[in-house]
């Protein structure tokens, strides 16, 4: 048997839990008292809290990547970044300009164009290796690059940064490189250039999962809540504390993706 | 300041307006619990006392909430309580939690935690606008990929003292890591501890600002500190990082010495030679005066979150174990 603590006063601020949503879900005999003021509590038989856990989902801003083409002999692909969880009536979670197209910017992103619910731009792993997004956290004034050679087949680019005209030092470059999925190949003191390879594949992640960390976040605390109906009947009960049967259950929950 | 109570022993459903396990003021079963019950807007400091001696499984998020510099969120353990707080070391018998925290208000506290975590950030502060201070003290840290993590946050102030940061079981690229351009993270005799050897960087400043005193860091063949820290004074670490930025009383390349580091228990023993009396005194500039389990510090303090006292002065130390030993993975925290 689940058991679901729920919210039951009709808060509505922003990423607070309102009314109907899931705070918690226990297993069978956690819940032994009636719930305080504000609260109600129902237990369904014959489910298992695993199975209950997707009631208690959060509502976060989603996006997935996808290809639409690439072209190995430049190293470039165009991208489509496209909400996964919006209401498309209320249009809340879709992507928002503002939001994204900074930090697409920052890693080398050319030609953005917005639809309703999805971006699409070109980026090319030269221009990312060499963007600010690439280097987050370091000062690239002054820093020069410069590609020596791209295997095609591997993705490897063998890449030259000139330092020169720069405050940082080879070591503070080669720790960056190294920490960053890159292999220091070379170095010349005099010259104050470090050569290093760095992998597609490496760059390609790492852009994903800095976009991904920068957009995404809840929007709204639960994704589901309990219908009002179900609410009504539930505080129906003296102790706002009901064991209803799967069939009843199943009919109980809004997704507010579809509200 | 309003109080409401956690205690893992009661049921879920209480109003956490009393410690009691039962009745209708019943204290919140989880620290989320807790959180959920909280107004839309504090209009004074707000005080969520945890204690139990079960762990509290629930993730929580602090969100949505309106908060100010006087009217913030402070999750705390009471150090006088039998469940409360930890004492310097991973306690099954004090409030732990084995879920993350992520906080995305602009002023809160959480002093006196224990909190070991697979898979995501012990605490993580994301996902806010503005300005703010969030303050981590007296705590107990363990997880398989960050500890503590800022990123996607205005210009917040973390700061966190006394407390003890260590990974192992996964991978990372950091312990104690900062990632945001606005925000400034400050760590005073903070110790972090690399149980899987060489796997973590210990602290990492991507971007933001990063101040360090009083910090040790046992990297154990990974570097301690990295990234281009700000200011980094009177840090000790097992590498040759802690003086790589300059600054006053750093200490490279040290052999510290713990009371227990294979089991979590990263006091300093009475052999130590490389973090004892070597920090500055008060580092906060009043901020603190004590070390994580509420030893007063005196005189030149140590770097790390432990201030050794000699046995019999008010604290039992047991035989030391280099860290240098085998550290078994397999130890539960």
């Not at chain 1, 996006?63 to 249009?91: K, W, Y």
């Not at chain 1, 005209?165 to 005099?190: H, M, P, R, Y």
Request: with cysteine; charged share 20%.
């Amino acid at each position: 048997m689940a058991e679901f603590l729920i919210q039951a006063l009709n808060e509505t601020a922003p990423l607070r839990y309102w009314r109907g949503d899931v705070i918690g879900i226990y297993e069978d005999g956690v819940c032994i008292e009636p719930p305080s003021s504000g609260k109600v509590i129902v237990k369904v038989p014959g489910l298992a809290k695993a199975d209950a856990e997707s009631q208690g989902a959060e509502w976060w801003q989603r996006i997935s990547f996808s290809i639409l083409s690439s072209d190995l002999v430049t190293d470039s692909f165009r991208l489509t970044v496209s909400a996964t969880e919006f209401n498309p009536t209320s249009g809340i979670g879709k992507l928002v300009a503002g939001k994204i197209e900074p930090f697409l910017e920052n890693w080398g992103a050319t030609g953005v164009t917005f639809a309703s619910d999805s971006v699409t731009f070109d980026i090319k792993i030269l221009d990312a290796i060499k963007s600010a997004g690439f280097w987050w956290g370091i000062d690239r004034t002054g820093l020069t690059f410069s590609e020596l050679n791209y295997a095609q087949a591997t993705g490897v680019h063998r890449c030259r940064v000139n330092y020169s005209g720069s405050g940082l030092t080879a070591e503070e470059l080669k720790d960056f490189i190294n920490q960053n999925g890159g292999t220091v190949t070379g170095e010349n003191v005099g010259n104050k250039t470090i050569t290093f390879d760095m992998v597609r594949t490496v760059v390609y992640e790492a852009f994903q999962n800095d976009v991904r960390q920068r957009v995404e976040r809840m929007i709204v605390r639960r994704k589901f809540r309990l219908s009002e109906a179900a609410m009504q009947v539930i505080e129906a009960d003296p102790q706002r504390w009901l064991t209803v049967g799967m069939g009843q259950y199943n009919t109980y929950w809004k997704n507010k993706l579809a509200e | 300041m309003t109080t409401r109570y956690v205690n893992t022993a009661s049921s879920p459903g209480g109003d956490g307006t009393t410690n009691a396990t039962s009745g209708a003021t019943r204290a919140f079963a989880s620290l989320n619990e807790a959180e959920a019950a909280m107004p839309a807007t504090l209009t004074d400091w707000w005080r969520i006392v945890c204690e139990g001696s079960a762990a509290d499984t629930t993730a929580v998020t602090f969100a949505g909430t309106t908060t100010s510099a006087a009217n913030y969120i402070e999750v705390w353990t009471d150090p006088a309580a039998t469940y409360g707080r930890h004492d310097g070391k991973w306690n099954t018998a004090k409030y732990r939690i084995t879920a993350g925290i992520t906080i995305s208000e602009n002023h809160v506290r959480i002093s006196g935690l224990q909190s070991t975590v697979s898979g995501v950030r012990n605490v993580i502060v994301y996902n806010m606008a503005g300005a703010g201070v969030i303050h981590i003290s007296n705590c107990w840290f363990s997880a398989t990929t960050i500890c503590v993590d800022v990123i996607s946050v205005g210009a917040v102030v973390v700061t966190m003292w006394n407390t003890i940061c260590s990974n192992a079981g996964g991978s990372s690229t950091g312990t104690i890591v900062l990632n945001q351009d606005a925000a400034t993270f400050n760590c005073y005799n903070v110790t972090a501890y690399n149980r899987d050897a060489g796997t973590y960087f210990l602290w990492r400043r991507l971007a933001g600002t990063m101040n360090l005193i009083n910090c040790l860091g046992v990297g154990r063949g990974q570097a301690v500190f990295t990234g281009t820290m700000n200011a980094v004074t009177y840090c000790a670490s097992d590498d040759a990082t802690a003086d790589d930025w300059g600054g006053a009383g750093n200490r490279i390349t040290q052999t510290f010495t713990f009371v227990d580091s294979a089991n979590g228990d990263f006091h300093l023993a009475a052999t130590d030679a490389g973090a004892r009396d070597y920090g500055v005194t008060d580092p906060g500039s009043g901020l603190f005066s004590d070390d994580i389990d509420g030893v007063a510090r005196s005189g030149s303090w140590d770097i790390g979150a432990d201030e050794y006292v000699a046995a019999g002065g008010g604290l039992s130390i047991p035989v030391a174990r280099p860290y240098t030993q085998a550290v078994n993975r397999a130890a539960v925290y």
